[in-house]
């Protein structure tokens, strides 16, 4: 695992120890971070069940102002504030060691929301059901997901969201745009 770009671009992040923590493949990381590419710059992010933090700090990487990681694993929580070290960009960083649906209840106010939970949990879909309840998004923002290609997510209201797709082999990225 490495950062793509950016100023930390190249820096190697540790992984985990043990396969309760699955990383983000570096390929599709990338094509998370194609798809978002504009929209990171200034941004305040939220990357919720973060596990190493690969994906919120290639965003502060790329320019994004803030990023809470959020996950209950110490191992995760271990992982993210070392990785963060590392790259040099924990300035910009808050580490918060709760359950990831528990924290959106309280959450507000950002513009990019990363959802990469355990694949064989219902997480993800808990997550967006509270969201699509009572949303944390600010205008305009983004929610990116990374599921199972099979995973079919809750619908969202069509007045308030758009809905994009992406297929990467057996892993799909969903975008969801706040109207």
Avoid: W
Avoid at 73 to 84: G, Q, Y
Avoid at 97 to 104: E, G, T
Wanted: proline fraction near 4%; aromatic fraction near 6%; include cysteine.
């Amino acid at each position: 695992m490495r950062v793509i770009t950016g100023s930390a671009r190249g820096r190697k992040l540790r992984e985990p120890s043990n396969y309760d923590i699955r990383p983000t493949t570096d390929k599709v990381k990338e094509a998370i971070f194609n798809i978002i590419q504009f929209d990171v710059p200034g941004k305040h992010v939220l990357d919720l069940f973060a596990g190493t933090g690969q994906l919120g700090i290639e965003a502060l990487s790329r320019g994004a102002e803030s990023c809470v990681f959020v996950d209950k694993s110490p191992e995760a929580i271990r992982l993210v504030t070392e990785n963060l070290r590392a790259t040099g960009l924990e300035a910009r960083a808050k580490v918060v060691k709760s359950d990831s649906i528990a924290y959106l209840e309280s959450a507000r106010g950002f513009d990019i929301v990363l959802l990469d939970p355990p694949y064989a949990s219902e997480l993800l879909e808990k997550a967006l059901n509270l969201i699509k309840g009572f949303d944390i998004l600010r205008e305009n923002g983004i929610i990116v997901c990374e599921s199972d290609v099979s995973r079919v997510l809750p619908e969202l209201p069509e007045d308030r969201f758009r809905v994009r797709e992406y297929t990467y082999g057996r892993i799909k990225l969903t975008t969801i745009t706040r109207s």
